[in-house]
Every structure is written in structure tokens, then in C-alpha cells.
């Protein structure tokens, strides 16, 4: 089992640009997350999910979409990147005691 | 708002030494967990501990939890190289389950050989 997937691992974007991270996950988890990890921040919820065709906001949701249309697949996406949007971000699923990462993702925005 | 704070924020410990790091946390649990983040990587879970329990183990890993004074400590014994990590605690509940967590800021471990 691959456990759980990101793409890309790294991305720099300028101000404005849109991109979307992919995550994917092979154990059949119903919950996904989204997280964002800053220095001296530790990990900050973005949005999660429960469930296929589901969504829910945490705790720093403002710039971030996210969809999930398919229970293996937990989409997060800026519309209009910022340089606040610099960061690395992690994607996690369970089902629903401990969670599984992905190895992040990088992204900077200029 | 972050809900847990690990304390200390670093700590540097002799390879063999026992490593102790604790958690505090403001609002009522129903459980609380451990994860490991090694550099550059995603974080990986070593432990959870209900709010009905007090301690429990894994291996070199014990945790307690003190639900009267809202507050967990990591207990890692023999410490080894690759223990070299940041950990982390994070809080789930009170009125759901595991789904959604609170992340302290962590504890840099750093193990000198």
C-alpha cells in the first residue's frame, strides 16, 4: 500500500495564480484532512472531510477550497495564491482514531 | 488557536538517556494522541490514550494523561539517534471523535550520539 499521496512536492507560484494539491489515499479511510504547517505554528487545520462528496472547514479555511469526489481523493485548492500561502501543507486521512500523513507538500508564493 | 502546548520547546539529551516532554491543553478531551515528525517528513503516530485512561505503553513510549490538571507527558526511555525528531500532541473532543485534532507547536528532540 502507497498509505496516503501528494502531489506535487514542491511548487512556486507567483501572486494571484491558481494551483491545486492532490491527495490520495489506498486505505479506504472515510476522513480526510487538510493542514498547513509554519514555523512555530505546529499544524493548522485547513478544511477536512468525513466523507465522500463532503467538506467542512477548520480552523484557517479563508483563501482554500477543497472537494471530495471520490473517497480516496481530497482535493485542496488556491484560487488566488498569496504570499501568506507560503507554507507546507499535509494532507491526512483516518478512519477515525490515528491519522496517516503524506509527505507534504511545499509550496511559495512570490 | 492552538489548543495544546508541548513544553519544552527543545530539548538535547545523551544517546541512551530518557527524554520527557509534556503537553498541556485548555478544553476538555476525549482523547489525546502523539506523532513523530522527522525532518522534512509527514508526521507519523506513535500513540493515543483515551480520556478514561491515565497511562499506557508502547514499547520505549509511555504516556500518561492527568485530566484534572489537563495535561500528557511522553516518556521516550533509552533514547536512540533516530529518535531525533520534533513530537507533537494533538487533542481530539469533547463532543466528536477522532475526526478533527488540535495540534500543539512541539518539541524539537535532538539526541546527541
Known amino acids: 500500500n502507497a498509505g496516503v499521496t501528494q502531489t506535487p512536492k514542491f511548487r512556486v507560484l507567483k501572486t494571484g495564480q491558481s494551483m491545486t494539491l492532490l491527495c490520495a489515499q489506498d486505505?479506504?479511510?472515510?476522513?480526510m484532512y487538510w493542514y498547513r504547517q509554519d514555523p512555530g505554528m505546529g499544524l493548522r487545520l485547513i478544511h477536512y472531510?468525513?466523507?465522500?462528496?463532503?467538506?467542512a472547514k477548520g480552523e484557517v479555511p479563508d483563501g482554500y477550497n477543497v472537494s471530495r469526489l471520490k473517497k480516496q481523493n481530497f482535493l485542496l485548492g488556491l484560487e488566488s495564491a498569496a504570499p501568506s500561502q507560503t507554507s507546507v501543507y499535509f494532507c491526512a486521512s483516518s478512519y477515525p482514531d490515528e491519522q496517516y500523513f503524506g509527505p507534504g507538500t511545499r509550496l511559495t508564493v512570490t | 488557536s492552538q489548543q495544546g502546548e508541548e513544553d519544552p520547546q527543545a530539548l538535547s539529551i545523551q544517546e541512551g538517556e530518557n527524554a520527557t516532554m509534556n503537553c498541556s491543553y485548555k478544553t476538555s478531551i476525549n482523547n489525546l494522541q502523539w506523532y513523530r515528525q522527522n525532518s522534512g517528513r509527514g508526521l507519523v503516530h506513535l500513540i493515543l490514550?483515551?480520556?478514561?485512561?491515565r497511562e499506557k505503553h508502547s514499547g520505549r513510549l509511555r504516556v500518561t494523561l492527568d485530566t484534572s490538571k489537563k495535561s500528557s507527558s511522553l516518556l521516550i526511555t533509552a533514547s536512540r539517534a533516530a529518535d531525533t525528531a520534533s513530537y507533537f500532541c494533538a487533542t481530539g473532543g469533547p463532543n466528536f471523535g477522532n475526526e478533527k485534532l488540535t495540534f500543539g507547536t512541539g518539541t524539537r528532540l535532538t539526541i546527541i550520539p
Open positions: 490514550i483515551r480520556s478514561n485512561e
Open positions: 472531510s468525513v466523507g465522500e462528496g463532503t467538506t
Open positions: 486505505m479506504n479511510h472515510e476522513y
